[in-house]
Each structure stands twice: as C-alpha cells, then as structure tokens.
C-alpha cells in the first residue's frame, strides 16, 4: 500500500478488529463464570430449603465466595471496609456518628453497601456510615450525610 491514508485506515481497523475480539473473549469468559455460579444456586434451589438453616446458609456463603473469586479473578475489586478513612471518590456517606472511643474522624464505623473498583475505574462508591469528631457534631447522630456535608437531625 502506497497511499499513506489506506494505510492507515487498514491499520486503525485491525487495530479496532483486534480490540473488539479481545472485549468479546472477555465478555464471553465473564459469563461463562457466572454460569457457573447460577449452576451452584440451581443446585441448591434444586435440593429444596434444608431443614438446618446452618447448611443452607453455609451453602449460600460458599456460592457468594465463588462468585466473589471469579469478580476479583477478573480485576473487580471491593471497595469500603470498617476501620479506613473514608474518601469522597470510593465512599458516599449516607450518615455520621458521633465516633465511638478509639475511632478516628471520617473513619468508616459500618458499611451498608460495598462499592466496587474494576482496573481503577470506581464503578460504584460504598454507602457508608462514618465517623465525626464530637466537637464537630453537637448531637448524638447525624444522618442523611453526604461526601462534602452534612445535614443534622
């Protein structure tokens, strides 16, 4: 090819080409690990409620765990964890507590909902409750927070 611009226009499409496989392998490799955790769930439900709720449960933990290694396997990662600061990109605080003895300020006392990170992309930030410093609050719960503020009760 002499023409500089066919060229280019053949390898911009190989490129795009090559692009678009490697998304349909990936796609295609995520949904054949979550077939198999629907294969786990079909399992259970299939056996019926057991009578010891402790298995039941325990059975459930252990497909929630598959499902969890396979997300993490793939680079999606958890977000929000009791105990680490919270950060407005990773953490949506929906309330604040005076914090408790030992805890220190914006550290995240409980977790409603987990976020999730996939290759440094926040997909969702963690709804959490955090902590505030007493002399910040002058009650003893505020709710209904969010990352920059918070509205008192």
Same mark, same amino acid.
């Given at each position: @090819? ?11 499409? =190989?490129?795009?080409?090559?692009? #678009? ?7 295609? =490799?995520?949904?054949?690990? &979550? ?7 079909? *399992?259970?439900?299939? #056996? ?27 680079? @999606?990662? $958890?977000?929000? =964890? ?34 999730? =990170? &996939?290759? $440094?992309?926040?997909? *969702?930030?963690? *709804?959490?409750?955090?902590?505030? #410093?007493?002399?910040?609050? #002058? ?12 509205? *008192?009760?």
């Amino acid at each position: @090819m002499s023409d500089p611009t066919a060229r280019l226009a053949y390898e911009y499409a =190989r490129d795009l080409a090559a692009r #678009d496989a490697a998304h349909q392998a990936l796609t295609e =490799r995520l949904l054949l690990r &979550f077939a198999d955790v629907l294969d786990s769930l079909d *399992r259970l439900l299939a #056996d019926g409620a057991a009578s010891d709720v402790r298995t039941y449960r325990g059975s459930l933990a252990l497909i929630a765990g598959q499902l969890e290694a396979a997300l993490t396997e793939e680079g @999606m990662e $958890g977000v929000g =964890r009791v105990g680490e600061r919270a950060e407005p990109a990773t953490h949506h605080v929906t309330e604040v507590r005076l914090a408790p003895a030992g805890a220190g300020d914006d550290e995240v006392l409980e977790v409603l909902q987990r976020g999730y =990170r &996939f290759r $440094g992309h926040v997909l *969702r930030a963690a *709804r959490v409750v955090v902590a505030v #410093d007493g002399d910040t609050v #002058d009650g003893d719960t505020v709710k209904h927070g969010t990352e920059q503020g918070t509205e *008192r009760e």
